[in-house]
């Protein structure tokens, strides 16, 4: 018996303009899918796929533009598009309750949390007064906000992430939905929030009886949550299936390369296959297999007809004309990735670096306190080696990277860069030395002068810094690097706005590669891309490295990317370095409690839950560190002494460092 | 040479205005952004009729812009000597209009007199017979009205001719369907809706020279100047009012908003006293009192100015000058605001990486960016100055009494509001000219803000 | 929260200052208190004795900023630094061309400027806010397109139009109320009635639209969609959540002309003849009268930094997020 039946949707977006008639975007083309009541069902696909779309068509949310143009969605046998907007408004948050990707701009921010609940309260349970705040307070009680009367009063700014997403919820549940619409519900939040909301959404579904559609891009949260799964591919469903079928053998070539872009450590120092090309835009029409173009097991009929569903296995369907189960993707599994020869000296050596900001109040800005986004860290990374920092939002990486760089002065501490110290520099005297170090930024959007020609973004550092030569030369640099980074020469004389985002990333590393530097910060530089193309950007960053012996601080928060590419690993915590050492050593035999919970935290695409302990709460404000072991008042083993002092550092072995007096 | 060109320093930057915006466009051309911008606005059947009415009221301007002096008749053994008076083009187009000139008041399409005056061969006080309105009848008035008609209808017939053949060219060089120039309104094209303005204009002026020349159309003043010519001429002051003053408050604004929020530190506290403390003046006080000290400095050196012309142009700059200094500190301000935001773009990190220098990055990286802010807020402006030019020659701190302006025919006129029965042409005239030339600049304003604003485009 | 409003009260001290050394630049530096006597009397039939004269009797005799003669601290008092400019700190703003004193002149003409200036304010403020938000519920409709062409067309009149036609039509053709005038009391209203509406009238185009816009870009925020996925109806979610959020903004430029209210309207009035502050300004501009200008730029200043003040508090009780930071 299915809660939720959706027939042949389409949704379409009007296009065109008065001279050339009018189009329409179809953004959801036909997409068929049920859910039954109790079920967790997840629409899995990379972006612009059309999942959140479905979603806010099936809740009649859709944008002003967009309209459902055809099919029909049944819930709980009443025909969801047909119904008056007043009958409607009962199927949002009665019937079908839906949270959000942002949980930060989601929120009403000048209401308190107590009015957006008792306000759904009012609507669907009829409460109000001293009874509605009771059950509100509830509410926050049964999704882990902890001391609820107090939390009632407060405004969204006033919680974390992780607290307003559990609010969120908490308003979705006020009307008792049988449906909850999760839209990449855990997308913003750091990975071991994201394990604390998986694991309420989990249990709400599991005690409530209520189904489930989650929508996300993330192979790990499907193999944790999901009981089926649906593949979306440019607005359609490719494939359907149970999720252990799903995850044991794949059926829709598409999923299969899904999965073998996926970073991990077998694949380490080998290529991580992707997907060429790009998702096709939403106002083409396709005759036949919306995939067939970046399709490697493309046949002639692939083209011409769209394929039907096939059976493929016990519950499984799939849309293609591939008999039987698609080819598993040859991704050259690897060797470990060649270390560079161990030299004397490190390239970078970084030594009790601190950046603080400091917090002014009062009557005259005096500095009352500092922010201390950086609070001593120490790192060292070697010519041609990739380390990787890792950590959590808020834990200083960023900072710590751009302080390195110079691009903010740091508060106290060394950097030294082949020896030469950088903080004793004055601008003048970092000039020359930039050509040395580079940086690759997190938005592939924000980091390209919209304004600038590509030529000119990448010829930009080589006439800063004098190493471009005559103007024939640099032309024929920028045309050397476009190919480098797999780009045509050509495409110099375009503007980013033509560009996608993984090209646009490929120009930004171009930029940075123009002045020939010996280390690369590249800062979160797949985060903002979907997995195929990330798996190109790390090819690349790579084979780069291979050619150019660079040196990579890889800053992130995505510990399969690490475990892909990392030779050495340092994880931040709150402003330092918890603990250091090899891939190995910190991935595969973790010792501070911190660096343990946040592996366990990751959900694992083979669905293997950890048994390490998950983490309570949040990460403390930097303006206010916990007194001793900053991450004490989270951490399972902590006792009375940990509040006493910072830990020093203990070594295990020649490189392995943990910041721990429990061990 | 019967004429001496003349360039007042009102029209050197009205062309110097004029070469920089085409500058402005040659460079947009090559700038993909900044041309998928104007594309829309191109496309935009509302923003593209508000052009074709603000190209003829530019046309006007220019035309108006382009000054002489007239060579007075040669006087033996004299070298040549020029009129004092100067006049532009446009006087030169309307010398029927200008030189036409009736006693005092009279009432749109009149042949008399708006008041009775004591004739000299009668004792009755009578409505006098206007000196050229309507003169062409002659002492048959009965045929007033078919007169009328039939210029009408002229009128009317002329400049349907005058567009069908515009029309057919246009046809014949695009190769489009002539029923194509007529679809206005959903499913037409922008194209159509420039094709009917320019209808609309082209009847409006047609009708305009053929009653014009034998009636005053829209009537005369007290001292009996054609109300026609004066609106003609008030276009002029309304463009320069609304295009100089942001013109001349633009480097000045840009220069200190990208200082403020690009240095930041002091320089910043600086500039942001400096356009607080200006922007808590209230505007038209502030406005006041430096036109009057204005005026103190002009009328306590008349030696400065050779004609009467400049005199009156220099009060007109001056002006200018003052509207601009206290209207750009919400420009400074919103770019400031602007700068904060793109200097922590990554794409101004990664210039400072490279150890890329200050102004380099604020000409390159910053500037640029900032650029549609600036012509949108070059277009906001330009309707909210015309009318306060009417405002401000009201309060008596507007441009010279002698210049011909909305504001000065306003102020004027509504001395008149008494009047029994009402002195209303004039007054109406203005109105009218104003409305037209305002309700353009909104719209054809509103589309630019819309297809260069991202965030606008709801 | 106590320590940002003193900070804020600190900060217009600078400000003041520095709008009074620009008002005594602007009208003793520009032009020497010789040329103003020259130009008011006449360039033509000017004598050093008149000017002198004219000079004495507005106390614009003494040295600019430092009096070599004077001892004893009166060389920085006895200037007209320190009498014209410094002493507008203690209220005194010295007398008027006409020998009354302007500070009492501006008391007892507060108050007819007020009456006609907070009714139109209110009223102008909360028919916008309706129209706007008549609109924006009928956003996408052919209603909100002609709505908005219309306000396109009502701000694209000049207000003289709004001022002369209104008098005009309801005055001379209609003689529902007089043309002009006041008159203290309960009279007033029918003096004030048509002022008023015309104020209002004049503003609606402008404002409605610019209200629009903001409660648009709130529309389209993430909470918007949040709150109809509880299944708010249209009205709740524009009235609670819209409305309480587009308040911020709003605020920003409603809250800082509150003061200068007081300060009248110029048009408003001369064509009223309202004897508030907007007519005794317009007066002084066209006879001249430097004192009396300079007084209403220093008062209109100080009228807009108590504004600015008041928009930092109204934050405060609007914003949840600037009150309990």
């Known amino acids: ?663 | 040479m019967s004429i001496q060109p003349m360039l007042l320093w009102s029209d050197i930057l009205l062309f110097v205005l004029i070469a920089s915006i085409v500058g402005l466009m040659l460079w947009a051309r090559r700038q993909e952004a900044l041309r998928a911008a104007w594309g829309r606005v191109a496309r935009n059947g509302v923003a593209m009729a508000a052009a074709t009415v603000l190209a003829a009221f530019v046309l006007v301007g220019l035309l108006d812009s382009l000054h002489y002096r007239a060579l007075l008749p040669a006087q033996p053994g004299a070298t040549a000597r020029y009129a004092v008076e100067v006049n532009s083009a446009l006087d030169a187009l309307l010398a029927d209009l200008r030189l036409r000139a009736e006693k005092t008041y009279s009432a749109p399409l009149a042949t008399h007199l708006f008041a009775r005056e004591a004739l000299e061969n009668s004792t009755q006080r009578e409505f006098p017979r206007l000196q050229f309105g309507g003169m062409h009848l002659g002492a048959n008035l009965a045929g007033h009205e078919f007169d009328l008609a039939l210029r009408l209808s002229r009128g009317v017939a002329g400049g349907l001719a005058v567009w069908l053949l515009l029309a057919a060219a246009v046809c014949r060089w695009r190769g489009m369907e002539f029923a194509a120039l007529l679809r206005i309104g959903s499913g037409g094209n922008a194209l159509a809706a420039v094709s009917v303005t320019l209808l609309a204009i082209l009847l409006l002026l047609g009708v305009a020279i053929s009653v014009g020349g034998g009636y005053h159309v829209f009537g005369t003043d007290k001292v009996g100047q054609d109300v026609l010519y004066l609106s003609l001429k008030s276009i002029r002051t309304g463009l320069l009012i609304g295009t100089l003053t942001t013109l001349v408050m633009l480097p000045l604004a840009v220069l200190l908003g990208i200082l403020a929020g690009y240095v930041g530190g002091w320089v910043d506290d600086l500039i942001q006293y400096l356009y607080t403390t200006l922007s808590s003046i209230p505007g038209v006080l502030l406005i006041a009192a430096a036109v009057l000290m204005m005026q103190v400095v002009i009328d306590t050196h008349p030696d400065w100015f050779a004609t009467s012309a400049e005199r009156a142009d220099a009060r007109l700059l001056a002006l200018c000058l003052i509207l601009g200094m206290t209207s750009w500190t919400g420009v400074a301000r919103l770019l400031r605001g602007e700068t904060l935001k793109l200097r922590e773009l990554e794409f101004v990190q990664a210039a400072q990486a490279f150890g890329v220098g200050r102004l380099a990055i604020m000409r390159r990286h910053i500037l640029p960016n900032l650029m549609h802010i600036v012509l949108i807020s070059l277009v906001m402006d330009f309707s909210g100055l015309v009318l306060a030019e009417a405002v401000l020659s009201y309060v008596g701190v507007g441009v010279d009494p002698t210049t011909i302006s909305f504001g000065t025919m306003i102020n004027t006129a509504r001395m008149e509001l008494a009047r029994e029965p009402m002195v209303w042409w004039s007054l109406l005239a203005a109105f009218s000219f104003m409305f037209a030339l305002v309700l353009a600049a909104n719209l054809f304003a509103d589309a630019v803000r819309d297809a260069f604003d991202p965030r606008s485009s709801a | 929260m106590l320590a940002y409003v003193i900070r804020r009260l600190l900060y217009a001290i600078p400000i003041l200052v520095g709008v009074n050394l620009f008002t005594f630049a602007l009208f003793f530096v520009v032009n020497t208190p010789d040329d103003m006597a020259r130009m008011q009397l006449g360039v033509k039939r000017v004598t050093p004795e008149a000017i002198q004269k004219w000079k004495a009797e507005r106390g614009y005799d003494k040295p600019l900023v430092w009096n070599a003669a004077a001892s004893d601290g009166a060389q920085l008092t006895e200037t007209i630094f320190f009498s014209k400019s410094v002493r507008m700190f203690a209220g005194d703003f010295g007398r008027a061309d006409d020998g009354r004193d302007i500070a009492r002149e501006i008391g007892s003409r507060m108050l007819p400027s007020l009456a006609i200036a907070l009714p139109t304010f209110t009223l102008g403020l909360f028919v916008a806010i309706c129209f706007a938000l008549l609109l924006v519920f009928f956003r996408a409709t052919a209603l909100d397109f002609y709505g908005v062409v219309l306000c396109v067309a009502m701000m694209s009149i000049s207000g003289l139009f709004y001022i002369i036609g209104g008098q005009w039509l309801v005055s001379k053709v209609w003689h529902l109320v007089p043309i002009s005038g006041y008159s203290g009391g309960l009279d007033a209203g029918k003096f004030l009635i048509l002022p008023v509406i015309i104020g209002v009238f004049g503003g609606i185009g402008a404002s409605t639209r610019w209200y629009r816009t903001i409660f648009l870009e709130e529309i389209s925020r993430d909470y918007v969609r949040t709150a109809r996925a509880k299944g708010l109806p249209e009205r709740v979610v524009l009235f609670r959540h819209v409305l309480r959020n587009a308040l911020i903004p709003i605020l920003t430029g409603v809250v800082v002309v509150i003061p200068t209210l007081f300060m009248g309207s110029l048009l408003t009035e001369s064509f009223f003849g309202i004897p508030g502050l907007g007519s005794y300004t317009i007066d002084a501009i066209n006879a001249q009268d430097f004192a009396v200008v300079r007084s209403m730029v220093f008062i209109g200043s100080v009228l807009y930094i108590i504004g600015l003040l008041l928009t930092d508090l109204s934050y405060t009780l609007a914003d949840p997020r600037v009150r309990l930071q």
């Open chain 1, 1 to 663: 018996m299915s809660i939720l039946s959706v027939r042949d949707l389409v949704i379409e977006i009007p296009q065109g303009d008065l001279l050339r008639g009018v189009g329409a975007a179809r953004p959801v083309d036909g997409i068929s899918f049920d859910i039954a009541a109790g079920e967790c069902f997840a629409l899995l696909g990379e972006s612009g796929c059309g999942k959140s779309m479905t979603a806010l068509g099936i809740m009649r949310l859709l944008p002003a533009a967009a309209r459902a143009s055809a099919g029909t969605v049944h819930f709980e046998d009443r025909d969801v598009l047909a119904l008056p907007e007043a009958a409607m408004r009962g199927v949002r948050g009665g019937g079908i309750g839906m949270i959000f990707q942002e949980p930060a701009t989601s929120l009403n921010p000048v209401l308190t949390v107590g009015d957006q609940i008792v306000e759904a309260l009012q609507l669907h349970a009829g409460l109000s007064g001293a009874a509605a705040r009771a059950r509100a307070a509830g509410l926050l009680d049964q999704v882990g906000i902890p001391d609820p009367q107090r939390r009632l009063d407060e405004y969204p700014f006033q919680l974390s992430g992780g607290l307003r997403q559990r609010v969120m919820i908490a308003i979705a549940l006020a009307g008792e939905p049988r449906l909850l619409i999760a839209d990449e519900p855990t997308t913003a939040l750091d990975v071991t929030i994201q394990a604390q909301v998986l694991d309420l959404l989990d249990d709400l579904r599991r005690k409530q009886g209520m189904a489930l559609l989650l929508i996300t891009h993330d192979l790990g949260v499907v193999a944790r949550m999901a009981d089926r799964v649906g593949v979306m591919y440019a607005g359609q469903l490719v494939e359907d299936a149970p999720r252990r079928e799903f995850f044991a053998q794949a059926a829709h070539p598409y999923s299969v390369r899904l999965f073998a872009a996926l970073p991990d450590a077998e694949r380490r120092g080998g290529r991580l296959a992707t997907i060429p090309g790009s998702v096709p835009a939403a106002d083409a029409r396709h005759p036949g297999c919306r995939f067939a173009e970046r399709c490697s097991d493309v046949m002639a009929q692939c083209g011409s007809a769209p394929p039907p569903w096939r059976e493929a296995g016990d519950g499984q369907r799939v849309r293609c004309f591939l008999p039987g189960a698609a080819p598993a993707v040859a991704a050259a599994s690897g060797s470990e990735p060649q270390a560079a020869a161990a030299e004397e000296r490190p390239l970078l050596q970084v030594t009790d670096l601190k950046v603080h900001f400091p917090i002014r109040r009062g009557l005259l800005q005096r500095a009352v306190g500092a922010v201390r986004a950086v609070d001593g860290m120490s790192l060292q990374l070697m010519p041609g080696r990739t380390l990787a920092l890792v950590g959590e939002s808020g834990c200083g990486k960023t900072t710590a990277g751009k302080a390195m760089l110079q691009l903010l002065r740091p508060t106290a501490g060394s950097v030294r860069l082949d020896g030469v110290e950088l903080t004793a520099c004055s601008t003048a005297q970092l000039r020359p030395l930039r050509a040395k170090m580079q940086m690759v930024f997190q938005d592939p959007f924000a980091s390209l002068n919209p304004r600038l020609r590509i030529g000119d973004i990448i010829a930009e550092g080589m006439q800063a810094l004098d190493t471009g030569g005559a103007k024939q030369d640099m032309a024929a640099r920028v045309a050397g690097l476009l190919q480098q980074v797999g780009l045509r020469a050509d495409m110099a004389g375009r503007y980013p706005h033509e560009f996608s985002g993984g090209q646009r990333q490929r120009i930004a590393i171009a930029r940075a590669l123009a002045v020939n530097p010996q280390l690369l910060i590249c800062d979160e530089p797949t985060s903002a891309l979907d997995v195929s193309v990330q798996a190109q950007i790390l090819n690349l960053l790579s084979d780069l490295q291979r050619e150019l012996k660079l040196a990579y601080l890889f800053i992130t928060h995505n510990i399969a990317v690490v475990d892909y590419l990392a030779h050495d690993v340092a994880v931040m915590y709150l402003g330092r370095v918890v603990e250091r050492g090899t891939a190995d050593e910190v991935l595969r035999r973790p010792r501070h409690p911190y660096t343990r919970a946040l592996l366990a935290a990751v959900p694992r695409v083979d669905g293997v839950r950890s048994e390490a302990p998950k983490l309570a709460g949040d990460m403390p404000s930097a303006a206010d560190p916990p007194a001793g072991c900053h991450f004490h008042p989270r951490c399972p083993l902590a006792d009375e002494s940990c509040r006493c002092s910072y830990p020093v550092e203990t070594l295990f072995g020649a490189t392995h460092a943990v910041r721990c007096i429990k061990l």
